[in-house]
């Protein structure tokens, strides 16, 4: 007898913590006299690559230059790493997993120091 081949399970969504850099674009609503911003972002996928696809083209969407995208993982991975997640954190993370979406938690505008004049 043979048999007959189980079905695969179906990759359950986690959610990823991402910092991503992004630079200037018209129209991409950041402060005046900013060069870009770092945003924090909690995204949904079933593996990083997807959280990370998902939000630079959610960021594109809203008009926004991302430039950079570093991964920080899982809430798993980053309590195994020794992180600290406060629970505002972990709700918005939560948020992010129920709703299926990318959550932009903070976002940190770059300035240029040159711009200072004597």
Same mark, same amino acid.
């Given at each position: ?6 079905? %695969?399970?179906? %990759? *359950? ?10 630079? *200037? ?27 990370? *696809? ?5 960021? %594109? ?16 991975? *980053? ?40």
């Amino acid at each position: 007898m043979t048999e007959t081949p189980k079905p %695969k399970a179906a %990759k *359950r969504q986690q959610v990823y913590t991402l910092l991503v850099d992004v630079g *200037r674009k018209d129209g991409d609503g950041l402060p005046d006299g900013s060069t870009g911003a770092a945003l924090i972002c909690y995204a949904s996928g079933v593996d990083e690559a997807e959280a990370v *696809r998902e939000t630079v083209a959610i960021l %594109k969407q809203a008009d926004l230059a991302p430039l950079d995208v570093t991964g920080y993982g899982t809430l798993d991975e *980053r309590l195994a790493e020794g992180h600290e997640v406060p629970d505002e954190e972990r709700e918005l993370m939560q948020r992010a997993l129920e709703e299926n979406a990318v959550i932009v938690a903070q976002m940190t505008p770059f300035y240029d120091g040159d711009d200072d004049e004597a």
